[in-house]
């Protein structure tokens, strides 16, 4: 099942994480930076892996799972979440070191670092440890079939540096690279709104680019190059996985295993003039999100092998590959748990009351089980070049919420990851089916308190004239009685954004 509409609650990978893990938004993880374990800065919540835990699994995590350091107690929330100690691939440790060939023969600390991967620190790259590793766990897990198992691969590709096999490079020919759709900084978007990008800036190659501070821009030809190789690392990636999926299928778990795919954020690959995630856009805010549940989301049924690996060096194209059942209801990553808890038959975690601080099990999110399985059974409507709708009567969301936090209202150094003491104002945006719209409030970080009726900036996007989010209507005359019914629901908040489908 595909997910078209899925939108993670922070732009961030350790905040974005930390919340779809527990299931909790970051106003209740109280984590808007990489500086506090949500244990003891915020509340003892329940995750998602000890939930399954706690429940008999033998959960593991393999990879980038819980942000590492400080946001997962430096263990990874080990033992409370995972069976065993996590594990990292130790070619991650070279992610800032000079790995990278460049022009001038000489190894670069670069954005754009395609390699030939025999040359690199112990021969080898942090996804491919990954995904080797996993498939020496799923062996093992073979031996013993009456054990249930949790496990979690976290990839870090596509995750800047751009670093992969410099075969997959090949894949996307220079010359068939275009520009983003909208490649500038649109006239009225708010100062406040926009990343100056800072990580990407320290890279080598970036960096002799001499760029301007905060706004750039990026010179054309270098543009191309960075599509190019985020496609390539997506690729290569989406190889890996291949490589897990396919082991599973060996191993006798493709008819009893549950399957997700998520990312922790979305990217902006020249949108709006910029080049990160640390945003409140569509681009940033949406996340590829697949769910496979035997017997329910099969495309395969009835034949041997649910999961076909694609080898895109060693086979010719295939004119088609057969598309699941795919759902364009809007859905957030902190549904996950709940979710999987229902699939799986275990608890499903209550709603959150109000104030969820001392609460250790509850969701601030909503299982959509009920949506797979309708959808899933109404899957001959897509045979038809349809999509699958609701059934009326489901009760589900209107709309979906995420934040970003910012120290200023101007573009800083530290503006795309500032600290928690230096917050200041705090993005808050809400996705319609129509509309997002966003406020940059005055927030207060000792007493974590979000002014809305001191507004420093406002957005609003009509979605179904302006998809790529450039036209910011906010201050036109003739929106402001939208304006104030959007931002009186965004003040209310996730719990008053639920609906029947009639």
């Not at 706004?215 to 985020?230: A, L, N, V």
């Not at 890996?240 to 006798?252: A, I």
């Not at 000792?446 to 420093?456: C, D, I, M, P």
Request: proline share 9%; glycine share 4%; net charge positive.
């Amino acid at each position: 099942m595909k997910f078209e509409n899925a939108h993670i609650q922070q732009a961030v990978c350790g905040p974005s994480r930390t919340s779809f893990l527990t299931s909790r938004r970051p106003d209740t993880t109280r984590l808007y930076d990489f500086g506090s374990y949500w244990r003891t800065h915020a509340g003892n919540y329940t995750s998602l892996p000890q939930h399954f835990k706690e429940n008999g699994y033998f959960t593991y995590s393999i990879g980038k799972v819980f942000h590492p350091g400080i946001c997962s107690n430096y263990n990874d929330d080990f033992p409370l979440s995972w069976s065993l100690p996590a594990c990292h691939p130790p070619t991650q440790k070279y992610k800032m070191k000079q790995v990278c060939p460049g022009p001038d023969g000489k190894l670069h600390m670069n954005l754009l670092c395609p390699v030939n991967v025999s040359t690199q620190p112990e021969h080898s790259l942090p996804d491919i440890q990954s995904a080797g590793h996993a498939v020496e766990m799923i062996r093992k897990f073979s031996n013993n079939k009456s054990q249930p198992f949790f496990l979690a691969v976290g990839f870090h590709k596509p995750h800047i540096p751009y670093k992969f096999p410099e075969q997959y490079l090949d894949l996307y020919p220079i010359s068939e690279i275009d520009l983003a759709p909208n490649p500038f900084i649109p006239k009225e978007l708010p100062p406040v709104a926009f990343s100056p990008y800072t990580q990407m800036r320290i890279r080598e190659d970036v960096k002799s680019l001499n760029l301007s501070f905060p706004f750039g821009p990026i010179p054309y030809d270098f543009q191309r190059k960075i599509r190019q190789h985020y496609y390539s690392s997506v690729t290569y990636m989406d190889s890996m996985v291949g490589k897990v999926l396919q082991q599973l299928e060996q191993s006798g778990f493709a008819d009893n295993t549950i399957i997700t795919l998520i990312g922790d954020h979305g990217w902006s690959l020249g949108e709006h003039g910029d080049w990160c995630k640390y945003e409140n856009f569509e681009v940033t805010t949406r996340v590829p999100m697949l769910v496979h549940v035997p017997g329910m989301t099969d495309v395969n049924k009835g034949k041997k092998a649910k999961f076909q690996y694609i080898d895109v060096f060693n086979e010719k194209p295939r004119k088609s590959v057969k598309s699941g059942p795919h759902l364009n209801v809007l859905v957030e990553a902190v549904d996950l748990f709940p979710t999987l808890a229902e699939l799986a038959q275990l608890p499903v975690p209550p709603k959150c009351p109000e104030s969820p601080f001392k609460v250790k099990f509850c969701t601030e999110g909503a299982s959509f089980a009920q949506l797979i399985e309708y959808s899933s059974e109404n899957y001959a409507v897509q045979h038809k070049g349809l999509k699958t709708h609701i059934k009326k009567g489901i009760p589900w969301k209107s709309a979906v919420f995420s934040q970003y936090p910012r120290p200023s209202d101007y573009p800083q150094q530290n503006t795309d990851l500032p600290s928690l003491k230096d917050i200041r104002i705090m993005g808050y945006t809400m996705r319609t089916h129509h509309y997002r719209y966003t406020a940059w409030v005055s927030f207060n970080p000792v007493k974590f308190f979000a002014n809305f009726s001191e507004v420093h900036a406002r957005e609003l996007y009509l979605r179904d004239s302006d998809p790529l989010e450039i036209y910011n209507v906010a201050n036109l005359k003739e929106y402001s009685n939208l304006v104030s019914k959007l931002h009186t629901r965004l003040a209310k908040g996730w719990r008053h954004e639920v609906f029947d489908f009639q």
